[in-house]
Each structure stands twice: as C-alpha cells, then as structure tokens.
C-alpha cells in the first residue's frame, strides 16, 4: 500500500476499535450506551477507509484487490456500507455486535500488510508473546466452564422431560442458573480470544514480517475465533438454548483444540510416531 492508504487505514483501524469497545462491553456487562459514539465512529472510520482504498487505486492504477491485504480491507469496507445501510433502513442494533469485531479484525489484518522493523527488545518480544499465550489459556478456561455448563444444562433439560429425575439432578444448579453462566462465561470467552488474536496477529506480523499470514496455523486461529463469534452472535440474536448451543459450543472446543494442537506443533509430532 502506499503510504498515505496505509496512514488512513490505520486511523479507520482505531476508529473501528471503539466499535469493539462496544460488542464487548455489551457482551460482558450488557450495556448498549456506547453505541452510539461507535457507530459514529464506525461512520467516520467508513469515510477515511473508503478515502484510504481510492488514495490507493488511484496511485496503483488499479483496482486494489490485488493481494490479500487488498482484498481484505475492501471486503471489510464492502461489510461496513451493507451493515450501515441496513441500520440506515432497519435500525437493527443486534448486528453490531457482531459486525463491529469483525470489522475491527478485518482491518487490523489488511493493515498488517507492511513490513515494520523488528523488537525494540527481546523483553518486549517475549512479554507480548506471553500476553498472547495467557489470554489464548484464559480464553479457553472460558469456553471449556461453557461447554460443561451446557452439558449440564443437557442433562437437566432431559431429565425434567422424563418427569422422574434422578438424585443427581437435585444436587446441580437451577437451569437459569446455568443458562447465566453459560452466557457470561461464553461472552467473557469471546473477548478473551479476540484479544489474544489481536495480540497474536501483531506479534506473528513483527516476527515473520508479511510471511505471517501464509501460516496454516494462523488460518485456523482465524476460523476457529470466527465460528466462536458466530456461536455468540447466534446466542444473543437468536436466543440459541438447550441442545443448538450445547452441539455449537463443542464445535468450537473442537476447533479450539485443533488450533491448540497446530500452535503446539501436535502434528509434527504425531507423523514422527
């Protein structure tokens, strides 16, 4: 990108974070009064993105969807009009929560798509890493303590059915108890790791420069945080209970783990056996 695309990326970028800020204060305090200063932002940060992919084609001569980063940062630009548009026409405020991290993420990435200089420090390096490892660790607690609770939940959903429960039904928490949990635990898991892909995709970005993106390992991490977004989208928006979040919270333990394995380098060890 050019210079002055990338400086108005960036500012869209942090613009687009308060827009975060928003999903996830939403997410762990159920609380919506920021969103209007974030769709004021995510308006303004709309403008300068769409300044920064014009800035960009007009010095490239060519339509800026040439490479990964390109492609990323209009894709992300075409989602913020559609998601404007439809508030515009629908003022439907439940999008936002997940379209606003998506976005921010989007961005994030496409801006990452020019080699910066190495650490300052070695202490640096490792302390970001490790800022990376324990929220990836914290992040997964969470999800695991959801999964558990909506097995749980499983349990006690079957055993009123039959009308005859037995006596370990009497020892565990009352279903809304659960469903609480279940929800806190799921939005605080969400946070956790969009924070720790955050961190991570910055980290991997300083040490592999633009190599980063071409790793099978950072591919699934992005995948498995986006099948978590849409498992808490889907819990907020559609009311998603019982069984439909029981069988999605697996789901995405299972791709938590395939992740831990590929960060782990499981794989490689596995062939050697």
């Not at 929560?97 to 994030?108: A, D, G, H």
């Not at 938590?256 to 050697?272: E, F, I, N, Q, Y």
Request: charged share 15%; hydrophobic share 60%; aromatic share 12%.
């Amino acid at each position: 990108m050019a210079e002055m695309s990338v400086i108005w990326l960036r500012v869209a970028a942090a613009l687009y974070s308060l827009g975060l800020l928003h999903a996830i204060l939403t997410l762990v305090r159920k609380r919506e009064h920021l969103f209007r200063p974030a769709l004021a932002a995510f308006s303004i940060a709309a403008v300068l993105h769409f300044v920064s992919i014009v800035e960009e084609g007009l010095l490239m001569n060519h339509c800026p969807i040439t490479n990964f980063y390109e492609t990323l940062s209009m894709c992300a630009f075409l989602v913020t009009v559609l998601f404007l548009f439809v508030h515009w026409r629908y003022k439907i405020e439940s999008l936002s929560v997940f379209i606003f991290p998506l976005v921010f993420v989007m961005v994030l990435v496409a801006t990452l798509g020019n080699p910066v200089s190495a650490w300052s420090s070695p202490a640096v390096r490792d302390a970001w890493l490790t800022v990376h490892i324990v929220l990836v660790l914290l992040g997964y607690a969470a999800l695991l303590l959801t999964a558990v609770a909506s097995l749980l939940y499983l349990f006690q959903e079957r055993e009123l059915k039959t009308k005859k429960p037995r006596q370990f039904y009497y020892r565990l928490p009352p279903l809304g108890t659960l469903d609480e949990l279940i929800s806190r635990s799921m939005a605080l898991g969400f946070v956790l790791i969009t924070l720790a892909v955050i961190a991570g995709s910055t980290w991997a970005f300083v040490e592999l420069k633009t190599r980063w993106i071409s790793q099978p390992k950072i591919a699934i991490s992005f995948f498995t945080w986006g099948i978590y977004m849409a498992m808490v989208f889907l819990r907020i928006t559609a009311g998603w209970r019982g069984r439909k979040a029981a069988i999605m919270v697996v789901t995405v333990v299972g791709f938590s783990a395939l992740t831990w394995a590929a960060h782990a380098r499981l794989g490689t060890l596995l062939m050697k056996q």
